[in-house]
């Protein structure tokens, strides 16, 4: 596949993604390389865009995309709910499982 070619398999694939297409990236690609450049508000986006890249055949990417700080820290407070709602269910199993092995039986 020549290089035209993977840019415009590239760009399909982008613009096949409603979300991603919104963000609109732009593809260049030399030797099977493709550098994927432009600004995204979703964290998502910018490791979606490089899987979408190497489907559609490209060698390596070059992933130029700028996330932007609103949202790294959504994403950063969707990690740390996530990780509390984690520790909750964690600690309810293993109280259920202490009181269980303590009662007589």
Same mark, same amino acid.
């Given at each position: 596949?020549? %290089?035209?070619?993977?840019?415009?398999?590239?760009?399909?694939?982008?613009?096949?993604?409603?979300?991603?297409?919104? %963000?609109?990236?732009?593809?260049?690609?030399?030797?099977?390389?493709? +550098?994927?450049? =432009?600004? +995204?508000?979703?964290?998502?986006?910018?490791?979606?865009? +490089?899987?979408?890249?190497?489907?559609?055949?490209?060698?390596?990417? @070059? @992933?130029?995309?700028?996330?932007? %700080?609103?949202?790294?820290?959504?994403?950063?407070? @969707?990690?740390?709910? =996530?990780?509390?709602?984690?520790?909750?269910?964690?600690? %309810?199993?293993?109280?259920?499982?202490?009181?269980?092995?303590?009662?007589?039986?």
């Amino acid at each position: 596949m020549s %290089d035209a070619q993977l840019e415009a398999s590239i760009r399909a694939r982008l613009a096949k993604s409603q979300k991603i297409s919104q %963000d609109h990236f732009q593809v260049h690609v030399q030797g099977g390389v493709a +550098t994927i450049e =432009g600004k +995204t508000g979703v964290v998502q986006h910018k490791g979606s865009a +490089t899987r979408m890249a190497k489907a559609a055949g490209a060698l390596a990417v @070059n @992933n130029r995309i700028q996330v932007s %700080d609103a949202a790294k820290e959504k994403a950063a407070a @969707n990690l740390e709910t =996530g990780r509390r709602r984690a520790q909750i269910k964690r600690g %309810d199993a293993r109280s259920d499982s202490r009181s269980d092995s303590q009662q007589p039986h």
